[in-house]
T-cell receptor
């Protein structure tokens, strides 16, 4: 399967703690994106990191990308109950098909 | 609100039937994408259109087809429906950047 893998599949933390989720992919990419999905709703774009970038920040989000390992991580600092959602990484296969590939997702639960 | 609209929100139909899902992209976005999300398969990319032309194809079954019209809205047609086609179907759109804006989805239940 070309689908990206994310781990952990599920994560439960206390409010105020940091949450880290990881994504591995299999194809050549120009960039990697992270999306968030609240239960049963549409995905919302969080952040994009280009293949020539190693780290990017946006508010409480920090994303890293290691193209040699074909992996990325998303760190959410000082988590809030409202961060409870599923988080997906997404890539485009630039080796020829230009298919969009989403990871399997990490279900994050932040306990108040 | 992403600016992408999808109709209908819910659809219940029987096996063997045909349905059409509709998507209106954000104003000015030329690309439309269709995804299927089910519990066991995750989020699967089906197809992308750019300004009326098919741009990329994913795991779209032959029973499914899509098109993008001159006004840029798109339709996903699902035929000979099977129980396993029950899923959330999302449409997304994008402009010149690579960020996709997702609609609220259509929940399809095949009985």
């Amino acid at each position: 399967s070309q689908q990206g893998e994310e781990d952990p599949q599920a994560l439960s933390i206390q409010e105020g703690e940091n949450a880290t989720m990881n994504c591995s992919y299999k194809t050549s990419i120009n960039n990697l994106q992270w999306y968030r999905q609240n239960s049963g709703r549409g995905l919302v774009h969080l952040i994009l990191i280009r293949s020539n970038e190693r780290e990017k920040h946006s508010g409480r989000l920090r994303v890293t990308l290691d193209t040699s390992k074909k992996s990325s991580s998303l760190l959410i600092t000082a988590s809030r109950a409202a961060d409870t959602a599923s988080y997906f990484c997404a890539t485009v296969d630039t080796s020829g098909t230009y298919k969009y590939i989403f990871g399997t997702g990490t279900r994050l639960k932040v306990l108040a | 609100d992403s600016g992408v609209t999808q109709t209908p929100k819910h659809l219940i139909t029987a096996t063997g039937q045909r349905v059409t899902l509709r998507c209106s992209p954000r104003s000015g976005d030329l690309s439309v994408y269709w995804y299927q999300q089910s519990l066991d398969q995750g989020l699967q990319f089906l197809i992308q259109y750019y300004n009326g032309e098919e741009r990329a194809k994913g795991n779209i079954l032959e029973r499914f087809s899509a098109q993008q019209f001159p006004d840029l809205h798109s339709e996903l047609n699902l035929s000979s429906l099977e129980l396993g086609d029950s899923a959330l179907y999302f449409c997304a759109s994008s402009g010149f950047g690579e960020t996709q804006y997702f609609g609220p989805g259509t929940r399809l239940l095949v009985l």
